[in-house]
C-alpha cells in the first residue's frame, strides 16, 4: 500500500511526465481512500493555478521599473537608433 | 492571424519603454527575482528588437514579439549563469515530511485570477518564491510560469529529467507550505 509521502511525490511528478501504470493505479488507489492527500492535490492545483495566471500576465501589484532604469533603457535604445 | 504587408513601415519604437516597459520588467521580474538583472534583460530585449525590427512582421502585437524575445533572453541567461546543483535538489538526500493539511481554509477555492490581484497575496506569493533554493526556483519558474516540457527545461539547466522532477517536487510542497501558513492559514485565523 502506498503511503502518504510516495502520493504526494507522485501527485507532483504526474504533472511532469505519465506515471507508470503499477503507480497509475497505486496512486489511484490511495487518493480513493486518503481524503488528505485530496485535499492536498486540490491545494496544489490552486498554488499551480496562480502560478499558470501569473505567468501569463504578472499582478497590477508588482514593481514597475524605476525612473532610473527607464531614463537607462530610453538613453541605450537611443543610442542604437543613432 | 493576418500578417503586416511588406510595404507597411515598421512599429513606432519612440513609445515603447512607456507602453510595455512595465509589462516586460514584470515578465522578468517574477521569472528571475531581481530588479537589477530584470532591468537588464529588458533593455536587452528592446535593443534586440530594435535591430531585428525588419524581423517583426505583424502576426502577433508588439506586446507579444517583446516577451518572446525576453523570454529567450532569460533562458539564455540560465544557460550562460548555470548554478551549482544542492544536494538538497537531489533524490533521498532529504528526509520528505508529509505536507498535506488537516482542515484547508476556505481560501484556497478563491479564483487565480482574484488571487493574483489581491496585494496582500502578491505580496505573500512572491516572499514565498523567493524562498525557494535558486536552482529549485529556476525550474519551477521554467515549467509553471513558462509551461516549458521537462526535457526541455533539463537541458537548459543541465539537470537529469529525475533530478528536475525532484526539484520540482520539492519547489511545489516549499510554495504550497508556505502559501498555507503566509497566507490561508492566516485567512482561517481571521475568519475565526
Known amino acids: 500500500m502506498m503511503n502518504c509521502r510516495e502520493s504526494e511525490r507522485l501527485l507532483s511528478e504526474r504533472r511532469d511526465h505519465a506515471l507508470p501504470w503499477k503507480k497509475h493505479l497505486a496512486l489511484r488507489l490511495h487518493l480513493f481512500l486518503c481524503v488528505l492527500c485530496r485535499g492536498y492535490d486540490a491545494q496544489l492545483s490552486a498554488v499551480l493555478g496562480v502560478c499558470h495566471r501569473a505567468g501569463a500576465e504578472a499582478s497590477s501589484h508588482a514593481p514597475s521599473l524605476s525612473a532610473e532604469q527607464r531614463r537607462a533603457i530610453q538613453d541605450a535604445m537611443e543610442r542604437e537608433r543613432r | ?192
Open chain 2, 1 to 192: 492571424m493576418a500578417t503586416r504587408p511588406e510595404h507597411t513601415p515598421p512599429p513606432d519604437t519612440s513609445r515603447w519603454v512607456e507602453e510595455h516597459g512595465d509589462a516586460l520588467y514584470r515578465y522578468a521580474l517574477l521569472r528571475v527575482n531581481n530588479a537589477d538583472l530584470a532591468g537588464d534583460l529588458v533593455q536587452d530585449t528592446f535593443l534586440s528588437a530594435l535591430k531585428g525590427i525588419e524581423g517583426f512582421r505583424g502576426g502577433s502585437t508588439v506586446r507579444t514579439w517583446l516577451i518572446g524575445i525576453l523570454k529567450h533572453k532569460i533562458i539564455d541567461y540560465y544557460r550562460r549563469n548555470r548554478i551549482e546543483i544542492l544536494s538538497s535538489d537531489l533524490p533521498s538526500s532529504e528526509e520528505e515530511h508529509l505536507d498535506h493539511v488537516e482542515q484547508a481554509s476556505a481560501r484556497w477555492s478563491e479564483a487565480p485570477s482574484q488571487l493574483v490581484e489581491n496585494r496582500e497575496f502578491w505580496a505573500a506569493f512572491t516572499s514565498c518564491l523567493s524562498g525557494l533554493p535558486e536552482a529549485q526556483r529556476r525550474a519551477f519558474s521554467l515549467r509553471e510560469f513558462d509551461g516549458l516540457p521537462g526535457e526541455e527545461i533539463s537541458k537548459i539547466l543541465g539537470v537529469t529529467p529525475t533530478n528536475l522532477w525532484v526539484m520540482l517536487h520539492r519547489a511545489r510542497a516549499k510554495l504550497r507550505r508556505c502559501l498555507e501558513l503566509n497566507w490561508f492559514e492566516a485567512g482561517r485565523k481571521d475568519n475565526g
